[in-house]
C-alpha cells in the first residue's frame, strides 16, 4: 500500500517570531505609533513591557488571539518582554483545565513567555497590605450592605450616587473589620471592602467601588488560605505595576475603568504603568462572549470547549486552522478604537492563503458514486503518478492506485445535465485527475427508487496521465479513488454556527441560541479516501483535491481509522453559476 506523506504541522516558533509570522508586514496602528514615540523619548528608561492577562474561567477564543498577538507581538517588535499572567481572583469560576488550555493555546499560536508565568494570586498577601494602607488613610472601608443595595445605592448615569450608612466608619473599625473578614468570621456576601472615592462622581466606577468580597471558596492555587477575594479593578492595576509592565493594552470597555486604575495606584504612590485601550475583535457569524460561549458549552448546543465549530483556539486548532494563518489574520485586521464587525470571510482567506502554500493534495470522494470502466482488464491494477502540492515543487510526489472500479463524487454526474455543466454525462467524456480519458456508456439505476447507483464507462488508454495525444479535448476534470483500494472514513462538514451575521444583536424577546444554525454540522460515514490516509497524524491537515481542505480530528479519530474534519472550503465556481442562474 503506498503511503501519502504527512505533513508537519507541528513547527516549533521561537519568541516573537508570531508578530507576523511569514504574511504581510506590520501594519501601522495607534499603538504601534505611541509605543514607537515613547521608546525614542525614553520613557519608561526606554524599557518595553507588556502583558497578556486572561482569566481562567475558560478557553481562549479568537478575540484573545488579537490580544495575544498584540502584546507578545510588539514587545518582540521592540526589543522588550510580555509577561503572561493569569488573573486568578474568583476561585467560584476559575479550573486547573482552562489555565492549562490557556498555555497551550498560547505556545501554540507561537508563543513563548520563558520564565515570566505569574498569577495575581502570586500578590495576594501584597495586595492585601495595599488595601490596609488605604484603609490606614481614610481611603477604604468595610461596607454592610448587600450587593443590591450596593447597586442602588450607586446611582444611574444620570443621577448621583449616595452614601453608604456604613461609609464613615472609624480607621480602626474598618482595620479590625477587615482582619476579621479575611479570618473568616463572617459569611459570604455580608461584608465587602470598599474604596471611598466619590459617590457623584459622573463616572459610575468611581462611585466608591467594591476592593474585595467576601467567598468561602477554595483557589486552584492557594487552596482554603484565602476566603477574601480582590475585585478585578483593584488587583489588575497593582499587578502591573509589580511587574513592572510599562503599557498594559486593554480592550475598549475597560476605558471608563482607567480613572479608577490611575486612582489606586496614585493614591499608592506606586509605579503607575500606561493603560492604554483598543477595540476588541468582532466576528461575523460567531459570538465571543465567555459567557455565551459557556452557555453553548453547557446546555450542550456543542460538543464541549473543543468543538470545531466553536471560535475558541482548542476548536479551530481541532478543525484544522494554522497559527500563521491566525496570526496573518491579526495583521490585517489593523488596531483601533472603534467597534466593528469583521467579515469571518477574511479569516477564512488568511487560512486558505496559508494552507494553500503547505498542505498536501490528496484524493478524497465524500459522497461516492460507482464507476466501473468495461474495457480495463478484471482484476488489473496500477500505480499514477500524483503531485503533492503544486505550490511546493519540493514536497514531491506520490504513487495513488488505479482499477477497473473507481469511486467519483455523486455530484460530478447528471443524466441531463444544463449548459453550463461540464462535469460527466451519458455519451460524454471526461478526464480522470493523473490517470485517463473516460466516456460514460451506461447507467444502473436501484430498481426500486430509480437513483443512480453505477456507472458504466470506457477508457482510451493512450491518454494516461491525463493528456490525449490527438489533441483531443475535455470540459472537466475529476478527482477519484480506487474502489478496492479505498480507504472507507468519516468525513464532517461544519458550517457557520449561526445564521445570523451579528448574532449578538439580538431582537426583542429573543435568545442569541435562537440564531444557532441547524446545519452547522454535517456527517458523512461513507467517504472513500486514497489508502495512503490510513495511518495520516492526528492534526494533519490535506486538501482534498476540488473539494476543500480537511484536517485529521484530535479527538475522535483512531489507528487506522482517521475522521476527517473539513477546515474551510475551497471556491466554488459551479455553486457561484447556480446562483447567479437562480437569479
Known amino acids: 500500500m503506498m503511503k501519502t506523506p504527512t505533513p508537519d504541522n507541528t513547527k516549533k516558533e521561537t519568541p516573537g517570531e508570531g508578530k507576523s509570522g511569514a504574511g504581510p508586514a506590520p501594519v501601522p496602528n495607534f499603538i504601534r505609533s505611541m509605543i514607537a514615540e515613547d521608546m525614542a523619548a525614553g ?89 490596609g494602607q488605604l484603609i490606614k488613610e481614610g481611603k477604604a472601608y468595610v461596607c454592610d450592605l448587600t450587593a443590591d443595595q450596593i447597586r442602588e445605592y450607586r446611582g444611574t448615569l444620570t443621577a448621583p450616587g449616595k452614601a453608604s450608612p456604613y461609609r464613615d466608619r472609624s480607621v480602626e473599625e474598618n ?84 480613572p479608577l486604575y490611575d486612582w489606586f495606584l496614585d493614591e499608592l504612590k506606586i509605579y503607575h504603568p500606561q493603560q492604554i485601550e483598543f477595540a476588541r475583535l468582532n466576528l461575523s457569524y460567531t459570538v465571543l462572549s465567555k459567557r455565551r460561549l459557556l452557555k453553548l ?32 489574520f491579526c495583521e490585517r485586521i489593523g488596531v483601533g478604537k472603534k467597534e466593528s464587525l469583521v467579515d469571518l470571510a477574511l479569516l477564512e482567506y488568511c487560512l486558505r492563503e ?83 480519458f473516460i466516456k460514460c456508456e451506461s447507467v444502473v439505476r436501484d430498481e426500486r427508487t430509480g437513483e443512480v447507483m453505477e456507472l458504466h464507462c470506457t477508457y482510451d488508454p493512450a491518454t494516461r496521465g491525463g493528456d490525449s495525444p490527438d489533441g483531443r479535448k475535455v470540459k472537466a476534470t475529476l478527482h477519484w479513488v480506487s474502489a478496492p483500494h479505498s480507504l472507507e472514513a468519516e468525513v464532517r462538514l461544519y458550517n457557520t454556527l449561526f445564521t445570523k451575521e451579528n448574532p449578538n444583536d439580538t431582537e426583542e424577546g429573543r435568545d442569541f441560541t435562537d440564531y444557532l444554525n441547524p446545519k452547522s454540522l454535517e456527517v458523512l460515514t461513507d467517504c472513500r479516501l486514497e489508502p495512503g490516509l490510513k495511518d495520516a497524524r492526528a492534526g494533519a491537515g490535506y486538501q482534498f483535491e476540488r ?36 437569479k
Open 297 to 328: 458549552v453547557n446546555e450542550k448546543h456543542v460538543n464541549g470547549w473543543n468543538d470545531p465549530r466553536m471560535p475558541t483556539l482548542a476548536g479551530m486548532r481541532r478543525r484544522g486552522y494554522t497559527p500563521e494563518a491566525i496570526r496573518n
Open 43 to 131: 520613557r519608561s528608561g526606554g524599557r518595553l513591557m507588556t502583558r497578556f492577562p486572561p482569566e481562567p474561567n475558560g478557553y481562549l477564543h479568537i478575540g484573545h488571539a488579537k490580544s495575544i498577538c498584540l502584546n507578545f507581538g510588539l514587545a518582540a517588535e521592540f526589543g522588550g518582554l510580555c509577561n503572561f499572567r493569569f488573573d486568578d481572583t474568583n476561585p467560584a469560576k476559575e479550573e486547573v483545565e482552562y489555565v492549562e488550555s490557556i498555555e497551550s493555546d498560547v505556545r501554540w499560536l507561537g508563543f513563548d513567555w520563558d520564565d515570566r508565568l505569574y498569577y495575581a494570586s502570586d500578590y495576594f498577601e501584597r495586595l492585601y497590605d495595599y488595601a
Open 354 to 436: 496559508d494552507l494553500n502554500k503547505h498542505a498536501l493534495r490528496v484524493m478524497g470522494v465524500l459522497r461516492p458514486l460507482k464507476v466501473v470502466i468495461d474495457n480495463y482488464p478484471e482484476g488489473g491494477e496500477e500505480y499514477l503518478d500524483a503531485v503533492n502540492n503544486p505550490e511546493d515543487p519540493g514536497a514531491g510526489t506520490r504513487k495513488v492506485p488505479f482499477s477497473r472500479e473507481l469511486y467519483i463524487e455523486r455530484e460530478d454526474f447528471m443524466e441531463d445535465p444544463p449548459k453550463q455543466f461540464f462535469r460527466l454525462a451519458p455519451g460524454r467524456e471526461v478526464r480522470l485527475r493523473y490517470a485517463y
Open 175 to 258: 482595620l479590625d473589620l477587615f482582619r476579621r473578614m479575611r479570618a473568616g468570621e463572617f459569611g459570604d456576601g455580608s461584608r465587602v471592602l470598599r474604596a471611598k472615592i466619590d459617590m457623584a462622581s459622573g463616572n459610575i466606577n468611581m462611585r466608591d467601588p467594591v476592593m474585595y468580597r467576601i467567598k468561602k471558596e477554595a483557589h486552584h492555587r492557594t487552596g482554603d488560605r484565602w476566603c477574601i477575594y480582590p475585585m478585578y479593578d483593584y488587583a489588575h492595576g497593582i499587578s502591573d505595576s509589580i511587574e513592572g509592565v510599562t503599557h498594559s493594552l486593554c480592550t475598549m470597555e475597560y476605558e471608563d475603568h482607567r
Open 547 to 582: 473539494m476543500g481542505y480537511f484536517c485529521v480530528d484530535s479527538v475522535d479519530s483512531a489507528p487506522g481509522k482517521p475522521v476527517f474534519n473539513r477546515t474551510v472550503t475551497l471556491k466554488d465556481e459551479w455553486a457561484k453559476l447556480q446562483k447567479a442562474g437562480k
